[in-house]
């Protein structure tokens, strides 16, 4: 009694006592946090009740998810979308300060926020610009071969104020970066739009590229990767552009870019290709340039055709590249709220995670209410979240809750696990942070509810998940 009733005294003004403290670990071992988002949008990302597991095997339900903790993958650099020029301005020049700190906390803060820890930069102007600009721009009868006119200045008055900000929100967030084109005067058209690298450019472009990431660095923004080119297959009619076959990129990285990295002690990862699931062959094409292949550290894909399924097939071929997911965008061509969640869900936070990558990024973190501002290529793209840029009233898009579902539960270094998927419209990925805790994905894709058991070890618990919805189940 006199053991019990000290206890009671002491946890009014300090630490429970040894008994309980066992109890509520105990306690809390044995529940599993739910957080839902429906297709009606009534829940998003919805804290529910908490579930409890039960020892045993489940019973009363058809299905049964089984996460193993002991089959282990790919560690994770995280989730998040680009901080490109539109998205940088929006947020820098239409949100009052206080309304951008609230912003930038919602979106990198780890405590409130959803967590964002990868981020892309376009490295000079995208179609997402208010100009097209590079790094290097002179008067077209010119060349600047000494890049003398170097400069980042372009980016000092947006770009590197929410960049450094959110840096400084996140400590873990992991910056990387691709050119969309070289400056004019190294291409074979002597403009932004469309043509090639010259060859005898090859080396510039290299010194371009290692300037620009110890300018960032001198800045405080660690670059973490860039590729050479956004899409290099791909050669736009009305913004900057610039195609590069793997013969050239192999020769760029194996000769050139990362030679000189290495030579000025430049720990950026060189990703290959940047372009979509619809071509494997090109990245593999360039991996099977054993110069080339030394210096690169993985392979970089988007969405826009293709199958996810060729992420898979190319890291089969050189498991000891790193797989990252860097660009897709919705938009009002799919206008869909409740369809767009589930695609997004299933296919990059899952099928991309499963098909090895490391690090999911989407395009632009923020649009305006026209979805812009751009300067050629993609009229009616949508941002994560939409800033309205008369009122500065932020509107969050499924896209957001497609990644907070991931985002704000997945830490950096979390290790992707083994989990059941594709059974009964069930899809699935789990992961296990570093501090041991377990998070597990669960997207419906059925027109109909579904209830499930999931099962770890010797637990488990069942759930019951409305149709169109997305959960995530963490628990310690």
Same mark, same amino acid.
């Given at each position: 009694?006199?053991?019990?009733?000290?206890?009671?005294?002491?946890?009014?003004?300090?630490?429970?006592?040894?008994?309980? #403290?066992?109890?509520?670990?105990?306690?809390?071992?044995?529940?599993?946090?739910?957080?839902?988002?429906?297709?009606?949008?009534?829940?998003? $990302?919805?804290?529910?009740?908490?579930?409890?597991?039960?020892?045993?095997?489940?019973?009363? &339900?058809?299905?049964?998810?089984?996460?193993?903790?002991?089959?282990?993958?790919?560690?994770?650099?995280?989730?998040?979308?680009?901080?490109?020029?539109?998205?940088?301005?929006?947020?820098?020049?239409?949100?009052?300060?206080?309304?951008?700190?609230?912003?930038?906390?919602?979106?990198?803060?780890?405590?409130?926020?959803?967590?964002?820890?990868?981020?892309?930069?376009?490295?000079?102007?995208?179609?997402?610009?208010?100009?097209?600009?590079?790094? +290097?721009?002179?008067?077209?009868?010119?060349?600047?071969?000494?890049?003398?006119?170097?400069?980042? +200045?372009?980016?000092?008055?947006?770009?590197? %104020?929410?960049?450094?900000?959110?840096?400084?929100?996140?400590?873990?967030?992991?910056?990387?970066?691709?050119?969309?084109?070289? %400056?004019?005067?190294?291409?074979?058209?002597?403009?932004?739009?469309?043509?090639?690298?010259?060859? @005898?450019?090859?080396?510039?472009?290299?010194?371009?590229?290692?300037?620009?990431?110890?300018?960032?660095?001198?800045?405080?923004?660690?670059? /973490?990767?860039?590729?050479?080119?956004?899409?290099?297959?791909?050669?736009?009619?009305?913004?900057?552009?610039?195609?590069?076959?793997? &013969?050239?990129?192999?020769?760029?990285?194996?000769?050139? *870019?990362? %030679?000189?990295?290495?030579?000025?002690?430049?720990?950026?990862?060189?990703? +290959?290709?940047?372009?979509?699931? @619809?071509?494997?062959?090109?990245?593999?094409? *360039?991996?099977?340039?054993?110069?080339? =292949?030394?210096?690169?550290?993985?392979?970089?894909?988007?969405?826009?055709?293709?199958? &996810?399924?060729?992420?898979?097939?190319?890291?089969?071929?050189?498991?000891?590249?790193?797989?990252?997911?860097?660009?897709?965008?919705?938009?009002?061509?799919?206008?869909?709220?409740? @369809?767009?969640?589930?695609?997004?869900?299933?296919?990059?936070?899952?099928?991309?995670?499963?098909?090895?990558?490391?690090?999911?990024?989407?395009?632009?973190?923020?649009?305006?209410?026209?979805?812009?501002?751009?300067?050629?290529?993609?009229?009616?793209?949508?941002?994560? &979240?939409?800033? @309205?840029?008369?009122?500065? #009233?932020?509107?969050?898009?499924?896209?957001?809750?497609?990644?907070?579902?991931?985002?704000?539960? $997945?830490? %950096?270094?979390?290790? =992707?696990?083994?989990?059941?998927?594709?059974?009964?419209?069930?899809?699935?990925?789990? /992961?296990?942070?570093?501090?041991?805790?377990?998070?597990?994905? $669960?997207?419906?894709?059925?027109?109909? =509810?579904?209830?499930?058991?999931?099962?770890?070890?010797?637990?488990?618990? =069942?759930?019951?998940?409305?149709?169109?919805? *997305?959960?995530?189940?963490?628990?310690?």
């Amino acid at each position: 009694m006199r053991v019990a009733r000290a206890c009671l005294a002491l946890a009014v003004i300090a630490a429970p006592c040894r008994g309980q #403290a066992a109890t509520s670990t105990e306690a809390k071992r044995s529940e599993v946090e739910a957080w839902v988002t429906t297709a009606d949008k009534s829940k998003l $990302v919805a804290r529910g009740p908490n579930v409890r597991w039960a020892s045993g095997e489940p019973t009363g &339900v058809t299905v049964t998810i089984d996460v193993d903790t002991a089959i282990t993958y790919q560690a994770m650099v995280g989730f998040g979308a680009a901080i490109t020029d539109a998205a940088a301005w929006l947020i820098q020049t239409k949100l009052s300060p206080i309304r951008r700190e609230a912003l930038l906390q919602d979106l990198f803060g780890r405590g409130n926020g959803i967590g964002l820890s990868f981020t892309r930069l376009t490295i000079g102007a995208s179609d997402f610009s208010r100009t097209h600009y590079t790094f +290097d721009d002179v008067p077209a009868s010119e060349t600047d071969s000494a890049l003398a006119h170097f400069s980042i +200045d372009a980016n000092r008055a947006a770009v590197l %104020p929410v960049v450094k900000r959110a840096l400084a929100i996140n400590r873990d967030l992991r910056v990387m970066a691709s050119p969309w084109t070289a %400056p004019a005067w190294m291409k074979t058209t002597r403009s932004l739009i469309k043509g090639t690298l010259r060859a @005898d450019a090859y080396p510039v472009f290299a010194e371009y590229l290692r300037r620009y990431v110890q300018a960032y660095q001198a800045e405080g923004v660690p670059i /973490f990767a860039i590729t050479l080119q956004n899409e290099p297959h791909f050669e736009p009619e009305n913004y900057p552009g610039m195609r590069l076959t793997p &013969v050239q990129r192999a020769t760029l990285i194996g000769q050139h *870019v990362g %030679p000189m990295f290495d030579r000025a002690g430049i720990a950026t990862r060189i990703l +290959d290709w940047d372009h979509n699931w @619809d071509e494997p062959e090109s990245p593999l094409a *360039v991996l099977e340039d054993s110069t080339a =292949r030394r210096y690169v550290a993985g392979v970089a894909w988007h969405c826009y055709n293709g199958d &996810v399924a060729a992420q898979t097939l190319v890291h089969a071929g050189y498991p000891e590249k790193e797989v990252y997911f860097t660009e897709c965008s919705g938009g009002q061509w799919a206008p869909n709220w409740s @369809d767009n969640l589930v695609w997004y869900v299933r296919t990059l936070i899952i099928g991309s995670t499963r098909g090895w990558a490391k690090g999911v990024l989407l395009w632009n973190l923020a649009l305006d209410e026209s979805y812009g501002p751009h300067l050629g290529g993609c009229g009616d793209c949508r941002g994560v &979240v939409t800033i @309205d840029s008369r009122t500065g #009233a932020v509107t969050r898009n499924e896209e957001y809750y497609a990644l907070a579902h991931a985002s704000r539960f $997945v830490r %950096p270094g979390a290790r =992707r696990i083994a989990s059941t998927t594709g059974v009964d419209s069930l899809e699935t990925v789990a /992961f296990r942070n570093t501090d041991e805790s377990k998070v597990l994905i $669960v997207v419906n894709t059925a027109k109909a =509810r579904r209830t499930f058991a999931v099962r770890s070890g010797d637990r488990s618990f =069942r759930f019951a998940l409305p149709a169109g919805a *997305v959960v995530t189940l963490r628990w310690p």
